[in-house]
């Protein structure tokens, strides 16, 4: 049974012949919709279900397609079932469901024309689980490395551009998640953690468009833990802040951040002369 007390409720205003028009045709829709569910005519359900897909009600075709999934998997509408079921959980955003369901067609109907497009779908929906640079990234490396699976299987695919794009933008969001993870590192003080992945920043992101910034931090990280080291190091890691201020300052002359740059490069220095006075003493 369906209930209309939201429809009542909308409807109080309106004349209650109109009302009661409306909630007939809602009784006989959820009428008809309970029958399909409870017939026993499977090609009946498949075709209401395809009918349900089409017209963008997912949550009506999803459980038809469910219960078809397993009784007409050896028979010729497998890979149909199969290839709607994961549409239908596609359409609902039920991307890990979805995700499962389209790799698992490309691995069970190989040969299916519609491989293709389950395979960019799948990674489609790991690219749609990739959640925001603040939290784990797992779902975005697994995006990446289903699309370039993608683009590799299928090279004359007009989806290739689009594949690009995406990686892109799912890159930019792993190197900001690295370089808040290196900045992280600085702000615990753990400065040479902050140094070596900073350094990786650059090896893993040679483009990357945060260079000055990130140059600028490893000034400060390599000073920082010099500064706090132990007599035996300081000179090894002042000599670190030196080669690090000049990488910084041969790559941006220009920046606001080199005149602080500059006063650590010279505390550097005045650091290393203190020590090289009282070596010769």
């Not at 349900?52 to 397993?70: I, Q, R, V």
């Not at 040969?111 to 779902?139: H, I, W, Y």
């Not at 600028?216 to 000073?223: D, E, G, M, P």
């Not at 951040?257 to 070596?279: C, P, S, V």
């Amino acid at each position: 049974m369906c209930s209309f007390v939201e429809i009542n409720y909308i409807c109080r205003p309106m004349n209650k012949v109109l009302v009661i028009i409306i909630s007939g045709f809602l009784a006989l829709g959820c009428s008809d919709y309970s029958k399909i569910l409870k017939s026993k005519d499977y090609n009946l359900k498949f075709e209401k279900a395809k009918e349900y897909y089409h017209d963008g009600e997912c949550s009506k075709a999803l459980p038809l397609l469910e219960e078809l999934l397993s009784l007409f998997r050896l028979t010729a509408k497998g890979e149909d079932v199969y290839y709607y079921y994961a549409k239908t959980n596609y359409c609902s955003k039920e991307y890990f469901v979805a995700a499962y369901y389209f790799k698992n067609f490309v691995k069970t109907y190989p040969g299916s024309e519609r491989a293709e497009e389950c395979l960019f779908l799948g990674a489609m929906c790991n690219v749609l689980n990739s959640p925001k640079p603040t939290l784990d990234q797992t779902e975005t490396i697994k995006a990446i490395n289903d699309l370039q699976l993608f683009m590799n299987r299928y090279p004359e695919s007009s989806q290739q551009d689009t594949c690009n794009t995406i990686i892109k933008g799912l890159r930019k969001k792993l190197e900001v998640k690295a370089l808040n993870s290196a900045k992280l590192y600085y702000h615990m003080e753990r400065y040479n953690s902050a140094q070596v992945a900073l350094g990786n920043l650059l090896i893993d992101y040679p483009d990357t468009q945060f260079k000055e910034e990130i140059l600028f931090l490893i000034v400060k990280a390599s000073f920082m833990l010099a500064d706090n080291s132990i007599k035996v190091k300081k000179e090894e890691r002042f000599k670190e802040t030196l080669k690090s201020y000049y990488k910084f300052a041969d790559a941006f002359p220009d920046s606001d951040e080199f005149k602080e740059a500059e006063g650590f490069y010279n505390t550097a220095l005045k650091e290393l002369d203190k020590i090289k006075t009282n070596q010769e003493l």
